[in-house]
């Protein structure tokens, strides 16, 4: 049955939302006939209520994308793929206020940034994964004379996306662009926190002319409509961006079902090191983005910062400036820098985690408070010093604006203090010594490695996690790896069978 649009006023724009359950093309009612609130983080208030999806509605939704990949997208031709992906950039251009509303008050991120990041690197994703749909190559190899052999790079098939509530409208485009060019089909589930903005975009993914079945989205949550796509039979390949705790359940859901391939794009606690050399107020913005960014929900936040003792206490000095004179509030203002954190069960978190480090013996520097007044999940900008590296701030990943500053002495400590975390998303180097730049970066165990600055990510570069921080890369050319699987073509030109007389 079909779940109609609803119409929401958000900062005095009317936006229409669906609110159903995205399969073949159409957005119909979920079985079971449950709905759930999305709330806006910013007042507490429900925005809006959409349909929950169930364990039954991901099957259907299997069927349909199964359907959709062996009935001709698969073997589609990949200049169309692309050709549909730019007609979905340009429509979400042409969309993107009130695509940019919906994903501000859903999410709570500020409207500045959704405006310079999310929204520019999501249709620029969308393009250049467009660009690359004719272009995935496989190769000739000199096997033994009288033989001819090559590869073929061959979509896998059904692939099920599992999002969080961070980035929800960058991470459904960067699950779903790789995917379609490809020649995959999909069903994507988006964060229960956070659905608004892709079921917008399925909107688009309709206009733009997708076949029926090629995505297919189903709201929901993790334990209900996230374990039934962990665990399904037809499902051949599992992306997932999350806690590395889920990741986890993920993986052995995979692994006790059909194998199906996982790739997994988890936590971080990731070390920033400034050196004597660097240029100090370079250093202190960069940190503080690489912490501040999305009010700190970001998996490769740059939370331990690492200062050389020469320049600890003037580092100290500026970034704590630099922090105490971020402007919290309103995300829709256009000069706030940071908005609430995104939902209630990550606020208390953060906060919970802040009298962790108290308690534990770390000096509460800065911040540290709810913002008083506010019916949303606003947090101060928080700095901690004096902490080691045994306290839970120094090793959990808060996922909130709270950061440690630790002084060190010499390189080799601080390579050391650096990779003690199980994490390994990213690290970041400020130094003007490039010897020692490269240095640090060849020994830093990190999936990304920033030199000078921090929190830059570009769809043309691989994006993932060395150790407990994933499995798989995403964007670049190499998550098209993940996206395809290689066959083998042997044949024979006029080698005789080895048995024969
Ligand atoms: P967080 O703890 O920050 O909310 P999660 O890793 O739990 O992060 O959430 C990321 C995504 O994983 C969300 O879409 C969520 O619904 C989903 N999820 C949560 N639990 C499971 C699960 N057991 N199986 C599959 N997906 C899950």
New binding site residues.
Partial sequence: MAAPSKKVTINGREVSIPTGLFINNEFVKARGGKTFEVEDPATAKVLLSIEEGQPEDVDIAVKAARKAFESGWAESDPAWRGSLLLRLADLLEKDQEDVIAIEVADSGKTLKQAQTIDLPGAIGTIRYYASWADKVYGRTASTAPGTFSYTLREPIGVCGQ????NFPLLMFIWKIAPALATGNTIVI????TTPLSALKMCELIKEAGFPPGTVNLVSG???TV??A??NHMDIDKLA????T???R??LK?AASSNLKKVTLELGGKSPNIVFPDADLSQAVDWSVFGIDMHAGQVCHAGSRIYVHEDIYDSFLKAFTDKMAAIKVGANFSGDTDQGPQQNK??YDRILSLIEAGKKEGATLHFGGQPLPDRDGYFIEPTIFTDATSDMKIVKEEI?GPVVVIIKFRSEEEVLALANDTRYGLAAGVHTKDYQRAIRMTKKLKAGTTWVNMFNYIHWSMPFGGYKESGIGRELGGEVLDNYTQVKTVFFNMDVPAPNSA
């Fill in positions: 599992i999002i969080p509530w589930k988006s964060a229960e949550y993790g334990k996230g374990a796509m962990a997932f961006t999350g806690s705790a889920t990741g359940t993920i859901a069960l990550q996922f």
